[in-house]
């Protein structure tokens, strides 16, 4: 099916603005990055429910050096079952270099109202300062920092999942197995919404995609030559490319949720696939009409909040 009406506006707009200059300093370009999302977010994304509570915690990471990041919890409305909440520790995308906790504040107060679970969204430190692999242990920190503070957090701790949208769903996907390999506990569940699985960019709708749908290929190779400090070695490494990982056994149960317009769309579900050939349980679906981010519309598209739900609902149902 065509580009959902109500996003073409977007990518027409996009096409008439004109590039930023190729020689703009990293700092001035993720100032106008964000500052358009920001726009987009106040324009396009529903603000969040007022009934679920919000706090900031810090975490402290030891690599490449100590120090701490924070993270903000969203905890629904409501008495807590007898045992805690389920939880679900949440990765921001914005492509390794952009994005926040604020960015992505709505979407998880709604994830935390409509599933029930206690949400830990986690401002992992950004690359080029911090590339491959300090985000990815950053998020290794934050799911260690849930599982040791469950009890504080009102959390069952046999009741976690993992997850995030774009780079943060290849974090999340990376995450799990880092996981399982260090014999640590594992998520129950992991959302990956519309995600990076594989940096070498090798997957057909990389090209078919590549142009005219938001993200596109030259973008993809910027973000990774800011995230990876040796792109032609390090874009094969299973916890930069989960699709690359030889073995797959013994991950959490999945839903990959993937968008038509996508230049992501065939690593994700070729991730998919490759999940349900080793054994692990998982839910795949491609939504039409969507380009990439498309999901996070949901002040303009019915099916945001569909795409949202699904999510939520998935959350509920294999926490319990």
């Known amino acids: ?32 990055s964000n500052k358009g999302l920001e726009t987009t977010i106040l324009a396009s994304v529903e603000p969040a429910p007022k ?55 709505s979407h998880c107060a709604h994830i935390a109202a409509e599933s029930g679970a206690v949400v830990v969204s986690v401002e992992y430190r950004l690359a080029p300062e911090f590339k491959f692999p300090w985000p990815l242990e950053d ?25 995030g949208t774009s780079a943060g769903a290849n974090l999340a996907a990376a995450c799990a197995l880092m996981l399982r390999d260090r014999r640590q506990p594992t998520p129950v569940a992991q959302v990956l919404d519309c995600p990076i699985l594989d940096l070498t960019l090798a997957q057909p709708s990389v090209t078919e995609n590549g142009e ?15 995230y990876l400090s040796s792109p032609r070695s390090e874009a094969t490494d299973p916890l930069a490319s989960p699709l690359h990982a030889e073995d797959l056994a013994g991950l959490p149960t999945a839903l990959v949720l993937t968008a038509e317009y996508d230049p992501l769309r065939d690593e994700g579900e070729g991730y998919a696939k490759r999940l349900a050939e080793a054994g692990v ?40």
Do not use: C
């Open 139 to 163: 998020a290794y920190a934050a799911w260690i920092w849930v599982q040791e503070r469950a009890f504080q957090l009102g959390v069952n701790a046999d009741k976690v999942a993992i997850g």
């Open 51 to 105: 009934d679920v509570t919000t706090r900031e915690v810090s975490i402290t990471v030891k690599e490449p050096e100590p120090g701490k990041i924070t993270a903000r919890v969203y905890t629904p409305a409501g008495p807590a079952p007898k045992g805690g909440r389920p939880g679900y520790v949440y990765l921001h995308g914005g492509a390794w270099w952009l994005g926040s906790v604020d960015a992505s504040d």
């Open 1 to 32: 099916m065509p580009v959902a009406p109500q996003i073409q506006p977007i990518l027409d707009a996009v096409a008439a603005a004109p590039p930023l200059p190729a020689d703009l300093p990293l700092a001035e370009r993720r100032a106008a």
């Open 212 to 226: 005219g749908y938001l993200l596109t290929r030259a973008g993809l190779e910027f973000a990774i030559a800011q």
């Open 281 to 320: 349980a998982v839910e795949s679906k491609r939504w039409d009409g969507f380009v990439h981010g498309a999901g996070e519309l949901t002040a303009l598209l019915p099916e945001a909040r569909e795409y949202r739900s699904t999510m939520a609902e998935f959350l509920e149902r294999t926490l319990g």
